[in-house]
Structure formats: structure tokens, C-alpha cells
């Protein structure tokens, strides 16, 4: 069972649906973080690469859609700019950038992540001792 903590291919997240697939991949701080460790505006499928070797997709490459709704909502928020780049032959692509909000917003990240982990454990002792069970030790997520 907690092989699948982490699911790799629809294999594992059809084996636990119930937690594969419901679970929040926190696309937002993961795109602010991508930025944030680049010296340059990044192409949006730069962004999809990077996300999905990140920790939230564990090596499952994320919705591209997804990413660049993530990306526009972000911008209209003022987390990042965009621009088109033309300097390459081929169609212009859009390249983004972090703004000083953004970086604030990252750094508040930094904190919700923090405090979601504290609940989140807490949540997990209140499950095992809902089952009368002791608290399980944490899996290895990762392979």
C-alpha cells in the first residue's frame, strides 16, 4: 500500500484512487519555485519539464493545460510577467518570469507548507487512533 504514496503511472493511482488522484499537487508553489531557481524568463514547456521532475509529480509530467492556466492566473495576479520571445526561428513562444510578489508569495509558501505538514501529521495520528491502531511509521515515498 504505501508503495503508491507517490504513484508513478495510472497503474498505482487506479490501485488507491482514492488518494492518487484527489491529491492537491501544489502546482502553484512548484511553478514559483521553478522560476525562482532560474536566472532567466523560462519557455512554458520548460516549466512543464522542470515541474515534473520536482517533488509534487515525482517524475509524472504535469498537464501542460493545466500549467499554463496556472501560469495566466498567476500572471493576472501579478506573481509573474510574461513576454513573447521571437529571438528563435519557429512560432514566438511565451517566456515567464518571477516578480518581487511572486517571490514574497513563494516565501509565504515556504511557511503554509510548513504549517500543512504540522496538520498533516496531526491529521494522521487522529486516523490511526480512529482505527485503534498506533501511528504507522511515514512511508518512503520516493523510489
Not at 532567466?40 to 517524475?59: E, W
Not at 504549517?115 to 480512529?130: H, M
Request: aromatic content about 6%; some cysteine.
Amino acid at each position: 500500500m504505501w508503495a503508491i504514496c507517490n504513484p508513478k503511472h495510472t497503474g498505482d493511482l487506479k490501485e488507491c484512487a482514492q488518494l492518487g488522484q484527489s491529491l492537491s499537487r501544489l502546482s502553484q508553489p512548484t511553478i514559483l519555485t521553478i522560476l525562482a531557481q532560474s536566472d532567466r524568463p523560462l519557455h512554458g514547456y520548460v516549466i512543464v519539464q522542470k515541474a515534473a521532475d520536482s517533488p509534487m509529480f515525482g517524475g509524472k509530467k504535469p498537464d501542460a493545460t493545466g500549467v499554463y492556466r496556472m501560469l495566466k492566473s498567476m500572471e493576472a495576479a501579478g506573481l509573474v510577467t510574461s513576454e513573447w520571445d521571437t529571438t528563435q526561428a519557429g512560432p514566438a513562444k511565451r517566456t515567464f518570469e518571477l516578480t518581487d510578489e511572486g517571490r514574497a508569495t513563494l516565501r509565504r509558501w515556504i511557511d503554509a507548507l510548513a504549517c500543512y505538514q504540522l496538520t498533516i501529521g496531526e491529521l494522521r495520528v487522529e486516523a490511526a487512533v480512529a482505527l485503534g491502531i498506533e501511528t504507522p511509521p511515514a512511508p518512503e515515498c520516493r523510489s
